[in-house]
């Protein structure tokens, strides 16, 4: 008796699912029109025409604009070369006058060579090692000088070193 329940109960289900599935009887959908519009070859032809003079006027239109951004784009990155040569020129001048401006004058004894780019000099009663450019016009004059020998040179500190720019 129970598997006669159970089977009836799921045909009532099953058909209670399927019927909610249906077709929507009230709201029915609109028919389609299904009157075809005869189109002539010669309009055909026509629109094929059009359409190939619209695809060539926008290919023609890109690639003016394409050329006119290649345009532009190569004297913008010909203005920025010649600002950036400029700049760099400018910072070089900047960066001679600071050294320039920095320098503080000094006048000591000299010691003697410490190694091939660095003399010591006593100013003031104070012994200190000076860096100089061993390519430079400078090394070669202090190599000429003799222990005792007084200097006046032009100096700048570059962090924790003492750079001598000039030798008088």
């Known amino acids: 008796m129970n598997k006669v329940t159970g089977f009836m109960g799921a045909a009532l ?15 029915p959908a609109p ?29 023609e239109d890109i690639q003016k604009k394409a050329s006119d951004t290649v345009d532009t784009v190569e004297e913008e990155a010909a203005d920025l070369g010649a600002a950036v040569e400029e700049g760099s020129s400018n910072v070089q ?14 006048t000591g004894t000299f ?8 003399v010591e000099i006593e100013v003031d009663g104070v012994p200190a090692s000076y860096q100089v450019d061993p390519e430079g016009d400078i090394m070669p004059r202090f190599e ?25």
Do not use: R, W, Y
């Open 13 to 27: 289900l099953a058909g209670g699912i399927l019927a909610g599935c249906s077709a929507d009887s009230e709201n």
């Open 31 to 59: 028919e389609e029109n299904t009157t075809d519009e005869a189109v002539t070859p010669a309009e055909t032809d026509q629109a094929a025409e059009d359409t190939s003079k619209a695809t060539e006027n926008a290919s």
């Open 93 to 106: 001048e900047s960066v001679d006058n600071v050294i320039e401006a920095d320098g503080q004058e000094a």
């Open 111 to 118: 010691n003697g060579l410490v190694d091939p780019h660095t």
């Open 144 to 168: 000429q000088l003799t222990a005792g020998d007084s200097v006046t040179f032009v100096f700048v500190e570059n962090g924790e070193q003492l750079v001598i720019k000039e030798l008088k």
